[in-house]
């Protein structure tokens, strides 16, 4: 089936009470891993390209693996540009058959962010297709920050409310303590301030960097009201782990398919468990 947008997984996630795996894709055996692992889950799932899989894979090719998967998919299948950078950007993915893109404006003053997200819905709006922002800032794990910035870092619940209300956008990704790529210690995650965000805005939230969040938590976070869930780190990991198996059990080995095959599946195994964790297997 084609794309499904990304609101209308969510807003079927807000009924059922859980949340829907958004994991990053840059490969064709990550983009099979990812569809592979929702049917065999009967789960929707949302592809996710970065700016580092456009760069890598090209738009072209992504759109076109995504899209072949999609079409032949039992389940509905969603195509989201992750950290979308600029309104030129967004355009272009919108052009090329996304039908779910996130502007990230969380690097601007406040106002600027509400005007350039209310800028991408105007158009995104006509065509179909959701939108996520983000407020706050979702570090990496490599930032080396102290408490207060850390807390500085972190999404303000009204004006959460103050930045939903005014742009209408579909979900919104805060910041409540993860950050992104791999945790050196066990991550902190301010449950009061999902609450809070959670009381004050209607939409569904986004929790980016959960890789490497322990399960409850990431159950806590879904019960609070995360209804997106961002996994990339766990995939890289798991399908690595798996070639470099393979490499070092038979260093003479040459054949590429039989180094990302095991890496593919190793990819859809832990994308299966991710599925079942956010409670979305057998909603699709
Ligand atoms: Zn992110």
Not at 122 to 142: F, N, P, W
Not at 196 to 209: E, F
């Amino acid at each position: 089936m084609p794309f499904v947008p990304v609101d209308v997984l969510l807003k079927r996630a807000e009924e059922g009470q859980y949340a829907v795996g958004a994991f990053n894709c840059n490969n064709m055996e990550i983009v099979q891993a990812i569809v592979a692992a929702a049917e065999a889950e009967r789960a929707p799932v949302i592809l996710q390209a970065s700016q580092g899989a456009i760069k890598y894979a090209g738009l072209d090719f992504i759109v076109a693996m995504a899209r072949q998967a999609a079409e032949k998919a039992s389940v509905p299948v969603a195509l989201h540009l992750d950290h979308g950078t600029s309104f030129a950007q967004v355009m272009q993915c919108i052009r090329a058959g996304f039908s779910s893109v996130m502007i990230d404006g969380s690097k601007l003053p406040l106002e600027e962010n509400i005007a350039l997200t209310r800028q991408v819905l105007a158009v995104a709006r006509a065509v179909g297709v959701s939108v996520e922002a983000e407020l706050g800032k979702i570090g990496g794990t490599e930032d080396d920050i102290s408490v207060a910035d850390w807390e500085a870092m972190l999404t303000d619940p009204e004006e959460a409310r103050y930045f939903v209300e005014q742009t209408g956008v579909d979900s919104l990704a805060i910041a409540i303590g993860t950050a992104h790529g791999r945790y050196k210690g066990e991550p902190r995650l301010d449950f009061d301030r999902l609450a809070r965000v959670r009381s004050l805005v209607q939409v569904p939230i986004v929790l980016h960097g959960s890789s490497g969040v322990p399960d409850e938590a990431i159950r806590r976070a879904i019960a609070l009201g995360v209804r997106k869930v961002n996994i990339d780190t766990n995939i890289r990991e798991a399908f690595v782990a798996a070639a470099r198996r393979v490499v070092d059990a038979h260093p003479e080995e040459i054949d590429p398919r039989k180094i990302l095959g095991p890496a593919r599946e190793a990819a859809t195994e832990i994308i299966r468990e991710k599925i079942r964790l956010f409670g979305s297997s057998g909603k699709a």
